[in-house]
T-cell receptor
Framework: GDSVTQMEGPVTLSEEAFLTINCTYT??????LFWYVQYPGEGLQLLLK?????DKGSNKGFEATYRKETTSFHLEKGSVQVSDSAVYFC??????????????FGGGTRLMVKP | EAQVTQNPRYLITVTGKKLTVTCSQN?????MSWYRQDPGLGLRQIYY???????DKGDVPEGYKVSRKEKRNFPLILESPSPNQTSLYFC??????????????FGDGTRLSIL
């Protein structure tokens, strides 16, 4: 079945450091790929998405490129802020027979940014 | 404001005492879903619904029931809760049941503790 693998956290960085969170996936066909962010005490929010190979999703300084050849969707940010501290989830979605747009999530990566 | 509302946000209860977690969305979305979040496992889908009176099992449905009598509401029912159902639960919705490119909108979560 489908699966998503993320690097384990926590990832601890100093403010203004470069961030990479690795994500790889296994799926049949051509899934859509997402990054969701979860701030403390809140639900998940969509951060960015890419729906086909070589697409780059971007939002709030974060970027991720859909790499079909390496089945990866790594999240990057050039300069993190304390306010970026959160848990980040990589996810894929594809159309299943009669199942709509089911999301398969990775295990989540906690990011802690220190001033 | 477009939102997914879950209640209660927190609940501590005892084994075997039936409980219901409510979920309501005000976006006229067709697709609704329940997930549970456990450390290191990401989010796993419990049940989903593609429209009124249409529900189906996700990856971890055992011990749960759902209903979809109205488009906006999708309650999660634990008939006889057990300690292994202690978790953080999220309800989510999306506009289209068949479009994997559509992101899902999440509620703020319900933390259940079953003693």
């Amino acid at each position: 079945g489908d699966s998503v693998t993320q690097m384990e956290g926590p990832v601890t960085l100093s403010e203004e450091a470069f961030l990479t969170i690795n994500c790889t996936y296994t799926a049949t066909g051509y899934p859509s790929l997402f990054w969701y962010v979860q701030y403390p005490g809140e639900g998940l929010q969509l951060l960015l998405k890419a729906t086909k190979a070589d697409d780059k999703g971007s939002n709030k300084g974060f970027e991720a490129t859909y790499r079909k050849e390496t089945t990866s969707f790594h999240l990057e940010k050039g300069s993190v802020q304390v306010s970026d501290s959160a848990v980040y989830f990589c996810a894929l979605s594809r159309k299943y027979n009669n199942a709509g747009n089911m999301l398969t999530f990775g295990g989540g990566t906690r990011l802690m940014v220190k001033p | 404001e477009a939102q997914v509302t879950q209640n209660p946000r927190y609940l501590i209860t005892v084994t075997g005492k039936k409980l219901t977690v409510t979920c309501s969305q005000n976006m006229n979305h067709e697709y609704m879903s329940w997930y549970r979040q456990d450390p290191g496992l990401g989010l796993r889908q419990i049940y989903y619904s593609m429209n009124v009176e249409v529900t189906d099992k996700g990856d971890v449905p055992e011990g749960y029931k759902v209903s979809r009598k109205e488009k906006r509401n999708f309650p999660l029912i634990l008939e006889s809760p057990s300690p292994n159902q202690t978790s953080l639960y999220f309800c989510a919705s999306s506009p289209s049941r068949g479009d994997p490119n559509q992101p899902q909108h999440f509620g703020d979560g319900t933390r259940l503790s079953i003693l």
